[in-house]
């Protein structure tokens, strides 16, 4: 999808896989991907979250 269409995102029937390589591509977003039985933990401020892989991490900085 290019900036210039003119459709809502309710009118777009994507999966969120094609969703995420859709914003993957922007600028400002970075992505990170996390291989399958692949631990990780996010931290943010003095919370922590734990996840398994397979994942793909999407970072909108924009």
Do not use: C, W
């Amino acid at each position: 999808m290019s900036s210039t269409q003119t459709e809502t995102v309710n009118e777009i029937r994507l999966t969120t896989k094609e969703l995420s390589e859709e914003l993957s591509r922007r600028l400002g977003v970075d992505t990170i991907t996390v291989d399958p039985h692949q631990e990780f933990v996010l931290t943010v401020g003095d919370q922590q979250y734990s996840f398994t892989g397979p994942a793909t991490i999407l970072i909108n900085q924009d």
